[in-house]
């Protein structure tokens, strides 16, 4: 397949010295040569995918690659957040020895935030490193999981405890792909958009506010938009702070309490971005609670939380030592200090680690469950 010249791409960068990448961001970049062999390291390319994905895409990746002179070899996984494991990674492990794979080879993750994780640390763990990019087809995975290096696995303990931060070559995100993915992962997705404008962005919260029909209507425009503003905002915190010593924190909002609810009903159960709403419903209730947003504030949370149809509750069947318990594991805790993503004011949030457990618990009890 000839390169595609006519497509309209938008391409941004995460800044990481040598290590910088580029973001792609068009409908049909998939198909477009010139966005993705020159982030290959060398002939071989390990595809990773999931039974979900490959159908629709997989095809259309071949042939994008097609006529390259490349050894194109493909694993396949089972699809949810519950196959995040060590097991799904020996199998990317297992190919790439049987496929006898060297070290200039590359992995291309093609799918949402489970298979980009999952296949960035089979990368940043077999032969100690190699390339890999990344393909996102969720909303979720475009805008957030994608850039900035996490990969890893989770533990029945705790989400996302064993990994390495390992930065891909590119991201190529493809608007096209989210016509094929349920509403209920579109919502998904939102929540970590929202997030951007709740921690960084007043004046793109509020144009969420008003465009979020549109963008669960699939506007290429609107969707266009947020997927690069949320990039940007993530490229410029990460640059800033690659390993999470300080600021790059800030893009856990919601995320402590998030966890906890996944960990605790099953991963899958609650989709990442269904569990990081509710959590940053409950982190915006206690900045209210150390009074920091008004009631008006909290009202504005819940409602364009309501509106992307991402739940403002927690589960029914977890109580206040339930979420203590798993939010003990947070990776962002330091020296047994819990510490938690608030917001001083719609659009700028804080790390503090000075909550009083009095506060918390009071929230935790009288927490809206459903």
């Not at 999931?50 to 002179?69: R, S």
């Amino acid at each position: 397949m000839s390169s595609v010249s006519s497509l309209s791409v938008e391409s941004l960068s995460v800044s990481l010295g040598e290590r910088s990448y580029p973001i792609h961001v068009g409908a049909g970049v998939l198909a477009s040569r010139e966005h993705l062999l020159p982030y290959l390291a060398g002939r071989q390319v390990m595809i990773v995918t999931n039974e979900v994905i490959a159908p629709h895409y997989l095809a259309a990746l071949k042939q994008t690659l097609a006529g390259a002179d490349l050894e194109i070899r493909e694993v396949i996984l089972p699809d949810g957040e519950a196959t995040k494991t060590l097991a799904s990674v020996e199998r990317i492990w297992d190919a790439l020895l049987a496929a006898g794979f060297n070290r200039r080879c590359t992995l291309i993750a093609l799918g949402g935030g489970v298979i980009g994780d999952m296949a960035g640390y089979a990368a940043a763990s077999y032969q100690r490193g190699v390339a890999f990019i990344q393909i996102p087809t969720t909303l979720l995975a475009q805008v957030d999981s994608s850039v900035g290096g996490k990969t890893g696995v989770n533990h029945p303990r705790g989400k996302n405890m064993i990994g390495a931060f390992w930065q891909p070559r590119a991201v190529i995100v493809d608007t096209d792909t989210l016509r094929t993915l349920p509403a209920r992962e579109l919502s998904a997705g939102l929540a970590e958009v929202i997030k951007y404008g709740l921690i960084w962005d007043l004046s793109f919260l509020e144009w969420l506010e008003e465009n979020l029909a549109a963008l669960r209507a699939l506007d290429e425009a609107a969707i266009r938009h947020a997927i690069r503003r949320s990039c940007e905002i993530k490229a410029e915190v990460v640059a800033e702070d690659e390993t999470e010593q300080g600021v790059r924190a800030l893009l856990n909002l919601g995320h402590t309490f998030g966890h906890a609810i996944e960990a605790h009903q099953g991963y899958g159960n609650w989709l990442h971005g269904e569990a990081v709403g509710a959590g940053m419903m409950m982190a915006a209730r206690l900045s209210a609670d150390r009074g920091w947003l008004s009631e008006a504030d909290v009202e504005r949370v819940a409602a364009i939380l309501i509106a992307a149809d991402l739940p403002v509750t927690a589960p029914a069947n977890m109580q206040a030592g339930d979420f203590l318990s798993r939010m003990r594991l947070d990776k962002k805790n330091l020296d047994s200090r819990l510490r938690l993503i608030l917001l001083e004011a719609l659009g700028r949030a804080v790390i503090r680690d000075d909550t009083e457990a009095e506060l918390l618990q009071r929230l935790l009890e009288r927490f809206p469950r459903a």
